[in-house]
C-alpha cells in the first residue's frame, strides 16, 4: 500500500521527480567542467575563477578563449577562498563531490523506493 493508494493518477507509474535534482545538479555542473578540460593547464584548482579573470583581461579572445568564458559564465559558482595549495584544494573538491555523492545516493534510493 502506497501514501497515495487513493488516487491511481499518482501511483500508476515510476516516480522520475526524485532523480530530478540530482538530473539538475550534473545539468548545471557541466559547464565548469567542460570549461576546466578545454582550457588544461590553465585551470588550477586553488584559483578557480582566475583563469576566467585572466581570459576576461585578454584583448585578442581566441575562439577557445570565448568558449571558456561562455561554459564559466554558465557555471558561475562560489569556491572558498581559504585554500592555497593543490593538496588541499583537491580534498576541499573530493569532500564536496563526496556529499553530493551522499545526498544523490538518498534521492535515488527514495525514487527506487516508491517504484
Do not use: C
Not at 545539468?27 to 582550457?39: D, K, N
Not at 581570459?55 to 571558456?68: E, S, V
Not at 561554459?71 to 584544494?89: C, D, L, M, Q
Amino acid at each position: 500500500m502506497t501514501a497515495f493508494s487513493g488516487s491511481s493518477a499518482l501511483t500508476s507509474g515510476p516516480n522520475y521527480s526524485y532523480y530530478s535534482i540530482p538530473a539538475a545538479w550534473i545539468l548545471a555542473m557541466i559547464p565548469h567542467f567542460v570549461a576546466a578540460g578545454l582550457a588544461g593547464d590553465k585551470f588550477k584548482n586553488t584559483t578557480p575563477r582566475q583563469m576566467l579573470a585572466d581570459l576576461l583581461a585578454k584583448k585578442d579572445k581566441t575562439a577557445l578563449d570565448k568558449k571558456i568564458i561562455r561554459a564559466e559564465s554558465a557555471n558561475y559558482n562560489g569556491f572558498y577562498i581559504y585554500v592555497t595549495s593543490e593538496t588541499v584544494s583537491a580534498l576541499r573538491s573530493g569532500a564536496y563531490l563526496s556529499g553530493i555523492g551522499i545526498i544523490f545516493t538518498l534521492f535515488i534510493k527514495a525514487g527506487l523506493r516508491l517504484n
